[in-house]
Every structure is written in structure tokens, then in C-alpha cells.
T-cell receptor, first 110, second 113 residues
Framework: QEKVQQSPESLIVPEGAMSSLNCTFS?????SIWWYQQHPGKGPEALI?????GNKKEGRLTVYLNRASLHVSLHIRDSQPSDSAVYLC??????????FGKGTHLHVLP | ETAVFQTPNYHVTQVGNEVSFNCKQT?????MYWYKQDSKKLLKIMFS???????VNETVPRRFSPQSSDKAHLNLRIKSVEPEDSAVYLC????????????FGPGTRLLVL
């Protein structure tokens, strides 16, 4: 059974700082990995996904995937108060099943 | 822009009652899902449907039953709710494939008294 662990549980950063979130997974054969953002009272929204080893950049977001160490990280450059949310790491276990981590609560202080 | 719609937003009921939640997606996706999100934000998959066929049925109590009339609709019925069913139920959809992003609805918050 695929396991997804996220750290830290909670992260507080000042506005303008870099936010770094981590995720480890248990199955190196897992296909795609996503980061979702969830604001209070809303459903999760996909931010960025990665499939191949290496990094992927989209706007202020950068994702690093290292399949050998079963680790993926999300970095948010120039963090804004509007980035305050829960960030969920999700890993595909098979074609119809995605396993989510417990999330990191990000608080960006103005 | 919302493309996965869920009703109701919020439902309060008593132990032993039956409840039904509705979900509709307008994205033309083939696959739909029901997730349960607990108070600590942990998302656990309950069911996956592809083209009205049940694909994944995780270990959930038998009082939960999904219902799909077409590939754009996936409802969830709970017979005889229990206090531990209090949670947010999230519906999602995606196209076919391992690399496909899931699109979530806003959720239905259930409170069982």
C-alpha cells in the first residue's frame, strides 16, 4: 500500500520568503505526483504535477523529484499571504487511485 | 471557474437517518471519485467510477453506496449514518490515465448528531 508522508505539518514564513514543503512516498514505481492547494471551505486545486526525475518550474512554483530517494519537494518563491492554505502531496498508486498525504499548513505573514 | 458541482453544501442529520449527496461534472471526464476528508484534512478515497463502472471500492462500510446514472454524475448514499461519518465528502473527476489531474468539487460537509 502506497504511503505518502508530508513535512512539516505547519510552516510559517514572512511575506516575500521562500516556502519549502516536503513529501516522501513509498513506491518508486508510482507514476505521477501532484501538489494540490486547499483553502478553507474549498476543494483541493491542482497546482503542479511532475512525472520525470528532476525539476519543473511554473511561475513562482518549483518542484523537485528524486525517485531514488522517494522524495519530492515544492518551493514557493516570494510567498504571499494569499498562498496561505493547506498543501497536499498526491501520488498515483494506479490508474484509478491517488494517495494523498496529510498536508502542510502554510501561513504567510504580511 | 467551478466545473465539479456538489449538493448540498452542508447537511446536519441524526444517527440512523439516510442521506444522499449529488455530484455533477461538466468537464467531459470519464472517471469520477468520492473522497472522505476528516477533521485533520486527510483525504481518503472511497470509490472510483470509470464510464459508470465501479473500478475502486476501498474498504468502506456497507452503508455507503455510490450511484452513477451517466459518466457526468456520481451520487453517494449513506444508509443509517453514524457519528464517525461526520466529515467533508469531496467529489472529483479526471480523464483516463495515470498522469491526469483530478478536479474537485467544493465538498459536502456532513454533521451527524
Amino acid at each position: 500500500q502506497e504511503k505518502v508522508q508530508q513535512s512539516p505539518e505547519s510552516l510559517i514564513v514572512p511575506e516575500g520568503a521562500m516556502s519549502s514543503l516536503n513529501c516522501t512516498f513509498s513506491n518508486s514505481a508510482s507514476q505521477s505526483i501532484w501538489w494540490y492547494q486547499q483553502h478553507p471551505g474549498k476543494g483541493p486545486e491542482a497546482l503542479i504535477s511532475i512525472f520525470s526525475n528532476g525539476n519543473k518550474k511554473e511561475g513562482r512554483l518549483t518542484v523537485y523529484l528524486n525517485r531514488a530517494s522517494l522524495h519530492v519537494s515544492l518551493h514557493i518563491r516570494d510567498s504571499q499571504p494569499s498562498d496561505s492554505a493547506v498543501y497536499l502531496c498526491a501520488v498515483s498508486a494506479n490508474a484509478y487511485k491517488v494517495i494523498f498525504g496529510k498536508g502542510t499548513h502554510l501561513h504567510v505573514l504580511p | 471557474e467551478t466545473a465539479v458541482f456538489q449538493t448540498p453544501n452542508y447537511h446536519v442529520t441524526q444517527v440512523g437517518n439516510e442521506v444522499s449527496f449529488n455530484c455533477k461534472q461538466t468537464l467531459g471526464h470519464d472517471t469520477m471519485y468520492w473522497y472522505k476528508q476528516d477533521s485533520k484534512k486527510l483525504l481518503k478515497i472511497m470509490f472510483s467510477y470509470n464510464n459508470k463502472q465501479l473500478i475502486v471500492n476501498e474498504t468502506v462500510p456497507r452503508r455507503f453506496s455510490p450511484q452513477s446514472s451517466d459518466k457526468a454524475h456520481l451520487n453517494l448514499r449513506i444508509k443509517s449514518v453514524e457519528p464517525e461519518d461526520s466529515a467533508v465528502y469531496l467529489c472529483a473527476s479526471s480523464s483516463w490515465g495515470l498522469q491526469d489531474t483530478q478536479y474537485f468539487g467544493p465538498g459536502t460537509r456532513l454533521l451527524v448528531l
